[in-house]
């Protein structure tokens, strides 16, 4: 039985600063906060080609989990916090602009 | 200290243009991502979780004061004002910027410093014993053949598409402090009949299949070595599995084929290539060996050692600790320790490297080492002037009296920054060092080595830890498995998995009580925790380890 598709966004890394994006509903943002959600496959699948040509902008497109119940995307994986978040060590990376 | 020749300078700043070039064709779209990977990859440019980072060579671990004091200038000017040593004696800067990247490696160029082979399928960074050219146990200083093979594989046509990356270590002591026996080839200066020439150690390495080497030749001549590498390398870049990465090193090769045919493969290749080596790789060598000549030491008075020791517990504790004897006895060796409880293992900023910088121009005949513990060395230091260079270290945060003890810990970047980790180890190795602080254990403790890594790749050796960690994912939930009983000294010996991981929460209590019951076990405060390990096996660290187990089994 296929895996049921759960809510997403579409992330990658920018690729003049290399630092973490998102698919937002008019172009790359920085903070998952402002990412589209995907609920439904086929649309994540079409978002997915648009996103992967626009290779001169990013680099590694792909799928993310997120729980999106409260209205606002959260991670579902502790990766995906950290690269929504940055690293534990130095406020660092997003933290620097949060 | 290797002196550039007008070749090699031309030869970096030739291949800095060209990756220039590179960079600004991928900008431009003329080159796609999967065209221009390979590319940065091959000058130390990877793509991490958050922003690129870049990864800068320094040979054997060996850096003068202008060298060390232009990695603080790079880091300060293209990232965030500091840099992360690692257990390969290079430097990593996690966070610049693409377009800049160029002008980063024309920058190291100035102070013969790059970022060729830091990553790739080819013969990385040559490493080797820290100590070198100091060490009181020192047969000869393995820093000139170690730049010899520098020279040897770099750009060697050969091997830069070899099945897997390729790691080389030297030591010439026989106390191993380069790990070489967990390398490709580990590399060890031996005498036989009043002639040094080498030990060779073949198949060694940690990651998934973690592998002890074993010795291919135990006397190779001076004169030999570099046709017999040749012979090793070319052997393993046709026999290397190439169907699987996991099972693409020589260590697996060595392992499928065993070691009596790739000895009879290297000597059929050697025969073969003996010939093209006419001699002047040895010219080379002569040539390398008259730049590491001994600095010329002083002698002096050593009375504000004594006074110190005598007077400052501080002083004392650290030279206790961060002090090797030196060939010297007048001098000792200084470790600085990158290992401020709480701090991040391996980092030091702008500002710290500066202060090391001076600190071997003004006391150390300019010249610093890299360890692979990820902590700086100042090799030739004068006892009459350690209490001035404690102070100096202690006031900016590098006083640390803490080498080889528990808080020392080796740990890779893990998933605060590699995009293959798979949980973290930074955040583990801050709250261990924080822990037995607080306990004030420490110095009972004794000589403990903890070793953490944040995927099997084992970055952070954690095989050869006498406590080894590995972070794991399960099920969307960082979990860290112990091991027991690692050593990466020519006693080199794998750790034992002690049994289920634990999670974030549960992975520094479970060292504790690893600690405590060592301290309950030991002999005396002589036997450290190895030999205690050695001595009882892991069952009863088990049980202290899975109290549950053993009340359940009750």
């Not at chain 2, 010939?275 to 000549?293: K, N």
């Not at chain 2, 798979?422 to 254990?441: G, N, Y």
């Not at chain 2, 095989?463 to 590995?470: P, S, T």
């Amino acid at each position: 039985m296929p895996k049921a598709f759960k809510p997403s966004v579409i992330t990658a890394n920018a690729l003049l600063e290399g630092d973490v994006v998102y698919l937002g509903p008019d172009g790359w943002v920085r903070d998952l906060a402002d990412a589209e959600v995907i609920t439904d496959e086929a649309d994540a699948d079409i978002r997915l080609l648009e996103a992967g040509a626009q290779a001169d902008t990013v680099v590694g497109v792909y799928l993310a989990e997120v729980d999106n119940s409260s209205g606002t995307p959260e991670p579902t994986h502790f990766r995906e916090a950290f690269r929504a978040k940055g690293p534990s060590n130095y406020a660092h990376g997003k933290q620097e602009t949060a | 200290m290797y002196s550039y020749t007008d070749f090699d300078a031309a030869f970096l700043a030739e291949r800095n243009a060209q990756f220039r070039a590179q960079v600004e064709r991928r900008i431009a779209g003329h080159l796609t991502e999967d065209e221009f990977k390979p590319l940065r990859l091959m000058n130390g440019l990877y793509l991490q979780l958050h922003a690129y980072m870049l990864r800068v060579a320094i040979p054997y671990g060996t850096l003068k004061s202008a060298q060390m004091e232009k990695l603080a200038d790079i880091a300060e000017r293209w990232d965030k004002g500091y840099g992360h040593f690692t257990t390969r004696q290079n430097i990593q800067y996690n966070w610049p910027e693409l377009r800049d990247v160029p002008d980063m490696l024309d920058a190291l160029a100035e102070v013969n410093l790059h970022a060729i082979q830091t990553s790739g399928n080819t013969i990385r960074n040559v490493t080797a014993d820290h100590f070198a050219g100091a060490a009181a146990d020192e047969i000869a200083d393995p820093r000139p053949v170690a730049e010899l093979i520098r020279q040897w594989s770099t750009d060697h046509p050969e091997f830069q598409f070899l099945p897997r990356k390729f790691k080389v270590a030297v030591t010439g002591s026989p106390h191993d402090r380069a790990v070489i026996k967990a390398h490709d080839i580990g590399l060890r200066i031996v005498e036989r009949d009043g002639e040094q020439g080498f030990e060779v150690v073949v198949g060694g390495g940690l990651g998934r299949t973690p592998m002890i080497g074993k010795v291919l030749y135990d006397f190779v001549r001076s004169e030999d070595l570099l046709p017999t590498l040749e012979a090793i390398v070319s052997v393993y870049n046709l026999l290397g599995r190439r169907d699987n990465k996991y099972k693409a090193r020589i260590k697996i090769t060595v392992h499928e084929n065993g070691i009596e045919d790739i000895r009879a493969r290297v000597d059929a290749r050697y025969k073969l290539i003996r010939d093209q080596f006419t001699g002047v790789d040895q010219q080379m060598l002569s040539r390398i060996e008259a730049d590491f000549a001994a600095p010329t030491f002083k002698s002096a008075d050593t009375a504000a050692f004594d006074r110190a020791y005598r007077y400052d517990p501080a002083f004392q504790s650290w030279a206790d600790t961060n002090l090797t004897a030196h060939r010297n006895p007048e001098y000792a060796i200084v470790s600085i320790s990158l290992k401020a409880h709480g701090k991040t293992p391996g980092d030091a900023s702008a500002r710290q490297m500066r202060l090391m910088a001076q600190l071997a121009r003004r006391y150390g005949h300019d010249e610093l080492r890299i360890s692979h513990e990820q902590n700086v060395i100042l090799p030739h230091v004068h006892r009459g002037d350690l209490p001035s260079v404690y102070n100096a270290l202690r006031a900016e945060g590098l006083g640390t009296a803490n080498i080889g003890l528990i808080s020392d810990i080796i740990a890779c970047p893990g998933m605060d920054y590699c995009a293959l980790a798979t949980a973290r180890s930074i955040p583990v190795a801050q709250e261990i060092a924080t822990r037995f602080d607080e306990l004030k254990l420490e110095h009972d403790v004794g000589p403990l080595k903890i070793k953490i890594s944040g995927c099997i790749n084992a970055c952070g050796h954690h095989h050869v830890g006498h406590i080894g960690i590995l972070g794991l994912d399960r099920a969307g939930v960082e979990n860290y498995q112990i091991t027991l009983g690692g050593d990466g000294t020519e006693d080199a010996a794998i750790g034992e998995r002690a049994g289920p991981g634990f999670s974030a929460d549960e992975i520094v209590p479970a060292i504790e009580r690893i600690v405590m019951a060592y301290l309950d076990l030991r002999e005396d405060r002589e036997e450290t925790f190895l030999q205690t390990y050695r001595r009882l096996g892991l069952a009863p660290f088990k049980s202290a380890l899975y109290p549950e187990a053993k009340a359940d089994a009750a």
